[in-house]
């Protein structure tokens, strides 16, 4: 049963053209976040909900932003994605924010800029 | 700073042998959680096995094990009876205290299981 859902799986964009990666979650978790993983690194957190409450992370570029209109669903918006922000795209999602949590994540978002 | 260290960029092992993947770490914390994450490929990342570091046992998880050393800030991994499903990159990660629940992870161990 699939618990963290991302859609697509897949996407392409073109060099400038804004793109929105979706996330939906069957947990009824609180925490939900985004991480960036560019290839054969380690991902890289870039901001996360705690409910409501937006959490970026200091090194997160302002082309980056995320919207969490309900608890099951986050957004990951780009909106002048460049070549290096190339790179898998992975949701996850806490029960809490407490450090004892485990993060279940989703299959992650292969973005590819043109 | 807090970062996690994975020296073995890829290692192989063949099916039924057993393979240990090293991970450091630091952090001046005394109150973390570890973990080690499988990422299959083109797959999702999936909780192997996790360890509170105020817990001297080592934890284990059916074939998988952990050898925690905590003066030494090693947490590493040892996979028995390895299996074909086993291929995959494996990532260590951190949560302290105080990081708002933020994953330190570190640059990963492809694995990959030989027939």
């Known amino acids: 049963d699939a618990m963290v859902i991302q859609n697509p799986r897949y996407q392409v964009t073109q060099f400038g053209k804004p793109v929105t990666l979706s996330c939906s979650q069957t947990?009824?978790?609180?925490?939900m976040y985004w991480y960036q993983q560019k290839s054969s690194q380690a991902p890289k957190l870039l901001f996360h909900?705690?409910?409501?409450?937006?959490?970026n992370e200091a090194d997160t570029p302002d082309n980056f932003q995320s919207r969490r209109p309900n608890t099951s669903f986050c957004f990951l918006d780009i909106r002048s994605p460049g070549l290096g922000d190339a790179a898998m795209y992975l949701c996850?999602?806490?029960?809490?924010?407490?450090?004892?949590?485990?993060?279940?994540f989703g299959p992650g978002t292969r973005l590819t800029v043109l | 700073a807090q970062t996690v260290t994975q020296s073995q960029p890829e290692m192989s092992v063949q099916e039924a042998e057993t393979v240990t993947l090293s991970c450091t770490y630091d952090?001046?914390?005394?109150?973390?959680?570890l973990f080690w994450y499988k990422q299959p490929p083109s797959r999702q990342m999936i909780l192997v096995i996790r360890?509170?570091?105020?817990?001297?046992q080592n934890a284990t998880e059916n074939r998988f094990s952990v050898n925690f050393q905590k003066a030494a800030k090693s947490f590493s991994l040892k996979i028995s009876d390895s299996q074909l499903g086993d291929t995959a990159m494996y990532f260590c990660?951190?949560?302290?205290?105080?990081?708002?629940?933020?994953?330190?992870f570190g640059q990963g161990t492809t694995l990959q299981v030989k027939p």
């Open positions: 952090t001046s914390e005394n109150n973390y959680y």
């Open positions: 360890q509170e570091a105020y817990k001297q």
């Open positions: 996850a999602t806490s029960r809490s924010g407490r450090y004892t949590d485990t993060q279940y």
């Open positions: 909900y705690y409910d409501k409450d937006f959490n």
């Open positions: 947990l009824n978790h609180n925490v």
């Open positions: 990660a951190f949560r302290t205290l105080s990081n708002t629940g933020k994953l330190i």
